[in-house]
């Protein structure tokens, strides 16, 4: 059954309908209220990877939540197995996660937390925190960033209309 939904979550166009489907079928350990996934590409172990409420997901986000190395290191003369790696992922209250994010076993998201696009998540990130890069470091406080957002809230629009994307590309090339 659970390649069956991940099919499914593949071929469907809408994020939100995708992401009913992965409430309703109780895909991950556990999901809060008002919950956003985007990517089509659902995890190998769904069931290790908990989120809390308001989060959003961005498009092409992976949750890795194993490693596959010993399958080489037992392949070679180390007189010794090892084992397979694979380890949970928490993620906290009021997160969002940039587009083509990586975030690694046994990594827990704090609270209030912002992840620039492109970022690779190694380790624990702080409540109350942006960050970004590979390996992923501290930007800014969660505060800071809200802070920043309001001074240029009323410059931001929302596309609706033909006039719309004009006016974003004369902005855009004002500033250029």
């Known amino acids: 059954m659970k390649y069956i939904t991940k099919l499914k979550m593949y071929l469907i166009a809408d994020a939100n309908k995708r992401t009913n489907l992965l409430v309703k079928?109780?895909?991950?350990?556990?999901v809060g209220k008002n919950?956003?996934?985007?990517?089509?590409?659902i995890p190998d172990e769904p069931k290790l990877i908990s989120f809390g409420n308001n989060v959003c997901i961005a498009s092409g986000v992976t949750f890795v939540t194993h490693d596959v190395i010993d399958k080489v290191l037992n392949n070679m003369d180390y007189n010794v197995t090892?084992?397979?790696?694979?380890?949970p992922i928490e993620v906290g209250n009021n997160v969002f996660i940039g587009c083509n994010?990586?975030?690694?076993?046994?990594?827990?998201?704090?609270?209030n937390v912002i992840i620039a696009a492109?970022?690779?998540?190694t380790k624990d990130v702080k409540e109350n925190t942006i960050v970004g890069g590979n390996p992923a470091k501290k930007i800014c406080s969660f505060d800071d960033y809200v802070e920043n957002r309001k001074n240029i809230n009323d410059k931001l629009i929302y596309p609706s209309c033909e006039n719309d994307f004009?006016?974003?590309?004369?902005?855009?090339?004002?500033?250029k």
């Open 25 to 30: 079928k109780n895909f991950f350990k556990s």
């Open 166 to 175: 004009n006016y974003l590309w004369n902005e855009f090339k004002k500033r």
């Open 118 to 121: 492109g970022s690779v998540i």
């Open 35 to 41: 919950f956003f996934f985007q990517p089509r590409i």
């Open 101 to 111: 994010t990586t975030i690694l076993p046994g990594v827990k998201i704090g609270n």
């Open 82 to 87: 090892f084992n397979y790696n694979c380890a």
